[in-house]
């Protein structure tokens, strides 16, 4: 197949609407041709059709059944080894509970960022205790929130304004107390159209009681056992 | 995998119903895209983004094949190979759904001309190949084509997406 036949199939290509042996032939052509990348700005406009469907709440049964068939196959699974943390971002948003580990030595001098904590009107609940909190927080162009629902255990980190990553890095989670860093997980980055990076860290199975602080850092993908960069912001409890 | 779902299964379900028509069918689908989402999490880029728009083509691939299935047609396209559905166009559709909201969207589709909205609906929404749109269209196999492919560019336009040689470029 040549370039021009590639380009006349590309609105097809990108809507899924080949036959499997014309959308193989398109797939080898890419795969040795590098003069295609609309085809490929081609295919995120077909997905984002997805958007012009009303949602709907799926039946609640539904839910139940996912979970159920998961958690049958989890139980079946090998068990992973000990080892720092997962190498898939999947896994480590809801694979496993994230169990902070310990982690040799006394830790480096924990570099504090200044930190400026946005108290917005209703944007503090919970201030002084542990229960449920939402805190939003800035530190120069990087702002975000955090939110902490006791019952579920669960925190949900936001932050934008970060920068991108280079493939092997990632941002590392961590509850800072007494001067003792525990990594808790880790935030996702996702590209924004400003050209900075949004993290979302969805964290379960925290107890924040005897929490001071929580910060996020820049590590090796696959985590460290303590922080190596100093904060790129950090948030009191 | 709950907050994944809780944050996803209504847009997932929306769709499924939408190309299917049959509530039981779409939560099969639902069901099995997350569930694919669970087998074959390792297999997936961990520097990738957002997770909605991967979740969203999973979901309408296995809605079409399940559509055609249902009428007895040859299955469209290839088996789901999560990498190459990963690799396609995330990060494009990503920052659309991210900047735009459904509104936004829905009327960039309906703006452009119907006889280009009409074949990028039929291949999206009810899983036909291009040369099944012109049978059914009575149009040359080359029309049905070329306006597939005017209808994307024109809504990619209106999304405002950078074209990629412009983003080298800057």
């Known amino acids: ?30 795969s040795s041709c590098d003069k295609h990348d609309e085809i490929a700005e081609l295919s995120g406009v077909a997905a984002a059709l997805a958007a012009t469907v009303p949602e709907m709440d799926p039946p609640p049964a539904l839910k139940a059944r996912i979970m159920e ?8 699974a090998p068990q992973a080894t000990d080892r720092p943390a997962s190498d898939n971002w999947l896994r480590r948003l809801f694979g496993r509970r994230l169990v902070p580990y310990a982690f040799a030595g006394a830790l480096a001098a924990a570099v504090v960022a200044v930190i400026v904590i946005i108290a917005l009107p209703g944007g503090n609940t919970d201030p002084t205790g542990k229960g449920d909190f939402v805190k939003e927080f800035e530190n120069g162009r990087i702002t975000g929130t955090l939110v902490y629902t006791e019952e579920d255990r669960a925190l949900v980190i936001s932050a934008f304004g970060l920068d991108h990553l280079p493939v092997d890095e990632s941002f590392q989670v961590w509850t800072l107390t007494d001067g003792q860093a525990t990594p808790i997980g880790f935030l996702e980055p996702s590209p924004q159209i400003d050209g900075t990076v949004e993290g979302v860290g969805v964290i379960e199975g925290l107890d924040l009681t005897s929490g001071e602080s929580i910060a996020v850092t820049v590590e090796p993908l696959r985590g460290s056992p303590q922080p190596t960069t100093p904060p790129l912001f950090e948030v009191q409890l | 995998m709950e907050l994944i779902y809780d944050r996803l299964s209504r847009q997932a379900f929306g769709l499924a119903f939408r190309i299917l028509g049959d509530g039981p069918a779409a939560e099969d689908v639902v069901q099995e895209t997350f569930l694919t989402l669970w087998r074959q999490a390792h297999r ?22 399940a559509l055609r299935s249902r009428r007895g047609m040859d299955t469209r396209q290839v088996p789901i190979d999560v990498e190459l559905l990963e690799k396609g166009s995330s990060d494009v559709a990503d920052r659309i759904l991210q900047s735009l909201d459904r509104d936004a969207i829905r009327n960039a589709l309906n703006a452009i001309p119907k006889e280009q909205r009409q074949p990028i609906e039929m291949a999206y929404f009810e899983g036909l190949t291009h040369v099944e749109i012109a049978e059914v269209l009575k149009l040359p196999l080359g029309t049905v084509k070329s306006r597939l492919r005017l209808g994307l560019e024109k809504m990619r336009t209106a999304f405002g997406v950078e074209r990629v040689d412009d983003l080298r470029r800057s």
């Open chain 1, 1 to 30: 197949m040549i370039c021009e036949e590639v380009e006349e199939l590309a609105g097809a290509y990108a809507l899924g609407a080949l036959p499997p042996s014309v959308f193989a032939e398109v797939e080898r052509h890419l």
């Open chain 1, 69 to 76: 068939a998961i958690g049958s196959e989890r139980s079946t």
């Open chain 2, 44 to 65: 997936l880029d961990p520097n990738r983004g957002r997770l909605g728009s991967f979740v969203m083509t999973l979901v309408h691939h296995k809605a079409i094949d």
